[in-house]
DNA sequence: GATTTATAAATGTCAGACAATTAAAGGTCT
DNA sequence: AGACCTTTAATTGTCTGACATTTATAAATC
């Protein structure tokens, strides 16, 4: 295994197993050396190769087992576990690099709207039901603002599902729940529940119907809404100061 | 800091440590304490924080600095880091779960035909320029399957920064990086070239003159010839065995 | 044959040591 | 005073060796 020059022992290791992942040299559920082997391998301590093994191990490249026979193993990469990575990345991204509610927001409805007419096509009754239900829960009055902006992500997340691509969900969710925090701040201070639901039941209604176009303009009307609370926000917030 | 149970100390104290950095208890650039001083704080010994660090270093949470007033410091996620964790994450998500060519390449256009109108609007010369190098590139004739594929990530990425908005970027570039493997497989059976040239100018006429429609009709155009060369590959492939 | 008990292999954790790095403080010379 | 060297202390990086814990298999017992 190559190894570059200059980085921490762990990095190197950790690089050279990864390349072997990436590159299919291993394949998954194959059982990688015990520990002392690869210690042996790259002329290392067990610690250094520990360390190694847990850089992996954060990324989910390799789960652990313990005991005899145990050891670590290629890990077969879930749809879940990709989903986790790119939600903490993306949250970490927006909120250390303040990137502007606008900016986010046009790219979540850019990506929105690439699902609807896959969504209007292939939507279920299941997708239509969940989005009904988050629908009729938004309209309650006594609803936490917390619980509203939740039920707000369970809508979005039901109809990039309902495009009925695994590989489109796993790319936009993350994109969509990373957003959660910045539209918080918005709902907690705007009180326009009524506008959003009458929205998204425009929505709801055009994907019934499979009225790809139908979707595609509540899902505009709906970031042009948003868009407005989000600077109606900020003024109020500049306002203040 | 609260922790949770059955698992591994380090991951449990990467776990405290990760939910501080996100929810903001700890800035960007603030230094952690030092390892034998979270080694008394958690109640563990050195190694252990050791690796709970390490796991935070591979997701690029924290940046460790060695000799006098060095340490771990909350490190600022920068797009080309985050890009770079989802190009991995996807590149493996693909290759380990049997993702149908169909389905890739559908999210993939998919994506890229909500930057078109962005990009249509926005595209600087630069954007054009860089497209227009890669597209002449793409027409010579000794050009290896290789050089070609790579080639053809640049253009779209092209395509994907000519909307002018780094969220979007950041989320698409690593779904297009992340499919070059399978399209590798493609090119390198199918010699049409030509017709690719033809649509990626086609593409990149449509920007040049501010045409939305133009633009999505080539992507849709693309997205039709690939599925075209994809079908006929697996045909031949499934024919030879 | 079923159940219990040992065994061995592997990861998880700890303690202590030393090496390497680096910024700051202190000292020396002009 | 200012520039250059030297020391020092703090901190991460690495190594060694030990012991605890877990767990599948093999052995022993009933």
């Known amino acids: 295994m190559k190894i570059e020059k200059s ?16 590159e299919g040299r291993m394949i998954v559920d194959e059982r990688l050396p015990s520990e002392a082997e690869l210690s042996e391998q790259f002329g290392v301590s067990r610690s250094t190769v520990r360390e190694a093994l847990k850089r992996l191990a954060a990324q989910a490249l390799i789960r652990t087992q313990r005991g005899a026979f145990g050891g670590a193993f290629v890990n077969r990469l879930s749809y879940e576990e990709a989903y986790g990575q790119n939600v903490t990345t ?11 509610f606008e ?13 609807a007419p896959l969504a ?3 939507r279920t009754a299941d997708h239509l039901a969940t989005m009904r239900a988050e629908i009729h ?8 603002d917390e619980s509203f902006c939740a039920s707000d992500v ?12 695994p590989v489109l969900s796993y790319q936009l969710a993350g994109a969509v729940e990373a957003m959660q925090p910045l539209m918080n701040m918005i709902t907690f201070t705007a009180r326009s529940r009524e506008e959003i639901v009458t929205l998204h039941t425009k929505l709801a209604n055009a994907l019934e119907s499979n009225d790809a176009d139908g979707a595609d303009a509540a899902l505009c009307d709906l970031e042009l809404y948003t868009l407005s609370l989000g600077q109606k926000f ?7 100061r």
């Open 7 to 22: 980085e921490d022992l762990s990095a190197q290791i950790a690089q050279a197993i990864r390349d072997a992942i990436i």
């Open 137 to 144: 829960r938004q309209a309650q009055p006594g609803l936490s």
């Open 90 to 100: 993306s949250t970490l991204l927006l909120s250390m690099n303040a990137v502007s």
């Open 120 to 122: 209007a096509e292939r």
């Open 103 to 115: 900016t986010a927001c046009e790219a979540r409805y850019a990506m929105e709207r690439a699902c």
């Open 234 to 240: 900020m003024a109020s917030r500049a306002s203040n």
């Open 154 to 165: 369970a809508l979005h997340r039901a109809l990039v599902d309902a495009a009925g691509n």
